[in-house]
Nanobody
């Protein structure tokens, strides 16, 4: 069973930095893409950043120039480096991955996987 485990959230002052990590584990699989979503109280979950298997990235306009997404394929881990944090970045950040598991009969069904979420709080 594939699982995503996140780490790195916390409390930081405006202008500070945090780095989130998301590691995929559990069996043998192919990661098609990994990314981060966030959800602030009373708001819908929104895409923050995503990175594909070939390294192509997509960043929300609100974080361009401040956040960077990267991945270590050997470790099945994605990273979200967040700089110049603002109070409006406060949210629960969820790791997301599109993964194709490999089973005894070959490739399984590609599906969406989510981490448990990590709180990021930026104080003004």
């Amino acid at each position: 069973q594939v699982q995503l485990v996140e780490s790195g959230g916390g409390l930081v002052q405006a202008g500070g930095s945090l780095r989130l990590s998301c590691a995929a584990s559990g069996g043998i699989f192919i990661i098609v893409a990994m990314g981060w979503y966030r959800q602030a109280p009373g708001k819908q979950r929104e895409l923050v950043a995503a990175i594909t298997s070939d390294g192509s990235t997509n960043l929300a306009d609100s974080v361009k120039g401040r956040f960077t997404i990267s991945r270590d394929n050997a470790k099945n881990t994605a990273y979200l480096q967040m700089n110049s944090l603002k109070p409006e970045d406060t949210a629960v950040y969820y790791c997301h991955a599109i993964i194709t598991p490999l089973g005894p009969l070959g490739l399984g069904n590609t599906g969406d996987y989510w981490g448990q979420g990590t709180q990021v709080t930026v104080s003004s």
